[in-house]
């Protein structure tokens, strides 16, 4: 069975610093990974997602992520925090399903505070 | 293009009424996945219906059903509703023959049971 650890309900950086979102999983296969950022009141958005291709993937907003095999983690991060960028952020694992369809298995979430 | 829509935004319901929840897929996706997202926590996966029958379900009861209609929409239905069903209901979308597809989320229905 899959699942995702998120460490730290809450973290919170000042404006301009670095930005570090922990994220462990666990799969009996080699998984895809994903991270999505939800703002209030919406639904969630892609941030980006690794397939078994380059381990550093880049996605929008300048967050990047990765996988680290050997420590079972997809950490998120970007160098530069924005005001813009508080919001809770997800973690997701997923592997094949009975009907050959990847269902993504999310962490708890971690919400993320930017201070000016 | 228009992603992926959900109606209605808000929803209030009383003990052991039955609430239908509806979804539109985004263009030219096929498939529409149900998650139900608690209060501080992340979705958790209800079904997911392709060409109109149920494919996968979670751990979800049988209150909980659905529908997929021949335009992709769909719809969500819980029978016998509990307090514990409050919750934001999100709908996703995706293409089923591009399986590793990344799933559209819409922007959820929240649903407050009294």
């Known amino acids: 069975a899959q699942s995702v650890t998120q460490l730290g309900s809450h973290v919170s950086v000042s404006e301009g610093a670095l930005v570090l979102l922990r994220c462990n999983y666990s799969s009996s296969v080699p998984p895809y990974l994903f991270w999505y950022v939800q703002y209030p009141n919406q639904g969630l958005q892609l941030l980006l997602k690794y397939t078994s291709a380059a381990t550093l993937v880049k996605g929008i907003n300048g967050f990047e992520a990765e996988f680290k095999k050997s420590e079972t983690s997809f950490h998120l991060t970007k160098p530069s925090a924005h005001m813009s960028d508080a919001a809770e952020y997800f973690c997701a694992v997923s592997d094949r399903g009975r009907g050959g369809s990847y269902i993504p298995t999310f962490g708890r979430g971690t919400s993320l505070i930017v201070h000016p | 293009d228009a992603g992926v829509t959900q109606s209605p935004t808000h929803l209030i319901k009383t003990r052991g009424q039955q609430v239908t929840l509806r979804c539109s897929p985004k263009?030219?996706?096929?498939?529409v996945s149900w998650y139900q997202q608690a209060l501080g926590q992340g979705p958790q996966f209800i079904f997911q219906?392709?060409?109109?029958?149920?494919?996968q379900r979670g751990n979800f009861p049988d209150r909980f059903s659905g529908h997929q209609f021949p335009n992709y929409s769909s719809e969500l239905n819980v029978n016998a509703l509990l307090l514990g069903d409050s919750a934001l209901y999100l709908c996703a979308s995706s293409l089923y023959k591009f399986s590793q597809e990344t799933q559209y989320f819409g922007p959820g229905t929240r649903l407050l049971v009294l």
């Open positions: 219906y392709y060409e109109e029958e149920e494919r």
């Open positions: 263009s030219g996706h096929d498939t």
